[in-house]
């Protein structure tokens, strides 16, 4: 079946692809950001690699030359990214953070290639080699989560409101704040809690306790969070967009003001997931969404367990961090591929994205055959059901809601209407013997203004 998309309100129509994939700047305020500084770029560049290289002892630490060579080949892509990648969607504060963003995903694709073709010996060298402190760590030293579950009291429900829930809390209001959509929302927060229970025979702390994934979980990290952000979205899509170049404001803190506002969206648009007129590719769509989001979530916990490190080590808190960021992006771009029937290719940054996902996953696949060997078939098909049994009830549950929130107005009953073209059929029958002639009822009126007197006929229904 070819790929229906309907156009939708929200989808940057007039640009399409350049609009997610390389967003100019339309209203510059200080043009020196904006200049390219290619010469002074190179020149900078120039005397601080000679300066590092004369001045620096190689011969004390290997282990540093490493280090160093690493961070100047970072530092040297993130200013070829600056100089040669696309904006992307998103145009604040600058284009450049969004070009590092790229660059960065780009640098983890890389490294995740290079990973798939070592061993597994190597991986955990490289590991241990950057932090020696997990030589020792095994998965069996993490929390529990689901143990005496019915043992329910004040004090272990505040044992669980640990760093990890403040992280459910924040990382679901910023997924509100990319997604934008209630029941798109609400179907990952609740397939999320299922695919715990559904991988829990591979991760053993996947197990919760039913409390902890319905009250905690559910309804008050995810929850709460969901609703902080879509406020935030509320907010910022009611707000009036109209920006003052900082060179016009006179006041010192003015200034500092419009400096600040830098740091904010330069416009925000209404998105539509979920159109009346979409075809069923919508749906397609949205349930793939769906899918890839759940395959993102599952590898973070596989790598730890895989390649065991506790889930606030810097290499774990890294990844989060940076999948954060290219997630905003992403989702942009996706959107506006699968509602502008006009944007005919994926944005940059979504494909980079994608093929780190399934990077990912080849690799968790690959060093976890072992684990893998455990699966049980028949919860691996329950969890692909309930992934289109959960995204086709969000998606249906959506529509009813906006079916109540927008439903037409009741008009009085037509029946009641005394139209003109009933009233002349009935004369007409009148006039032909095929209806009883009506009893008129005249009503006299009072005289006013020396007029002549002015009766009411009231026709009889």
């Excluded at 929850?223 to 979205?233: D, N, P």
């Excluded at 740091?263 to 648009?269: D, I, L, M, Q, R």
């Excluded at 979504?350 to 696949?365: A, D, H, K, R």
């Excluded at 927008?406 to 009233?423: G, M, N, R, S, W």
């Amino acid at each position: 079946m070819a790929r229906q998309r309907t156009l939708t309100e929200g989808s940057d129509a007039s640009d399409h692809y350049k609009s997610i994939n390389e967003r100019p700047v339309d209203d510059i305020s200080l043009e020196f950001f904006y200049r390219p500084h290619t010469i002074t770029t190179m020149v900078i560049c120039i005397v601080g690699l000679t300066y590092t290289a004369f001045t620096r002892d190689e011969s004390v630490d290997w282990h540093s030359n490493i280090y160093t060579g690493l961070v100047g080949v970072l530092v040297f892509f993130m200013i070829i990214s600056i100089l040669t990648l696309p904006n992307g969607p998103f145009i604040r504060p600058h284009p450049a953070l969004w070009r590092c963003v790229l660059g960065l995903s780009i640098i983890y694709l890389l490294t995740l290639q290079f990973l798939l073709h070592q061993d597994y010996n190597t991986i955990r060298a490289v590991i241990l080699w950057f932090d020696p402190s997990m030589v020792n760590y095994t998965v069996n030293s993490e929390k529990e989560y689901g143990t005496n579950c019915w043992d329910v009291s004040t004090e272990r429900l505040w044992g669980h409101v640990d760093w990890f829930a403040f992280g459910h809390y924040w990382g679901w209001g910023m997924k509100a704040l990319v997604i934008r959509h209630y029941g798109i929302l609400w179907s990952i927060s609740i397939m999320w809690e299922l695919t715990e229970m559904v991988f829990g025979h591979l991760l053993p702390n996947f197990y919760e306790c039913w409390w902890d994934n319905l009250i905690l979980d559910v309804l008050l990290c995810n929850g709460l969070g969901i609703f902080t952000g879509m406020q935030v979205c509320k907010f910022l899509e009611m707000r009036e967009y109209k920006w003052e170049s900082i060179k016009n404001i006179g006041s010192v803190k003015g200034k500092f003001k419009r400096a600040l506002l830098q740091f904010t969206p330069e416009s925000w648009t209404h998105v539509r997931w979920l159109d009346p007129n979409s075809s069923f590719m919508r749906l397609v769509a949205i349930t793939q969404f769906m899918l890839i989001w759940q395959v993102v979530e599952l590898n973070t916990f596989f790598i730890k367990h895989i390649f065991p490190m506790p889930a606030e080590h810097p290499i774990c808190v890294t990844r989060i961090l940076m999948t954060g960021l290219i997630a905003a992006p992403t989702i942009r771009q996706y959107y506006t591929y699968v509602t502008d029937p006009q944007c005919k290719r994926l944005g940059t940054q979504c494909w980079v994205f994608f093929m780190i996902t399934f990077s990912e996953l080849i690799l968790v696949i690959k060093f976890g055959l072992d684990l893998f060997s455990h699966t049980q078939l028949s919860m691996m098909g329950l969890w692909l059901v309930l992934i289109i049994a959960v995204s086709c009830a969000g998606v249906w549950v959506s529509h009813v809601i906006y079916r109540w929130r927008h439903q037409a107005p009741c008009l009085p009953d037509q029946e009641d209407t005394l139209t003109p073209e009933k009233v002349s059929r009935f004369l007409s029958e009148v006039d032909t013997g095929a209806a009883p002639s009506p009893r008129v009822q005249r009503t006299p009126t009072k005289k006013s203004g020396g007029g002549p007197r002015k009766r009411a006929v009231k026709l009889p229904p």
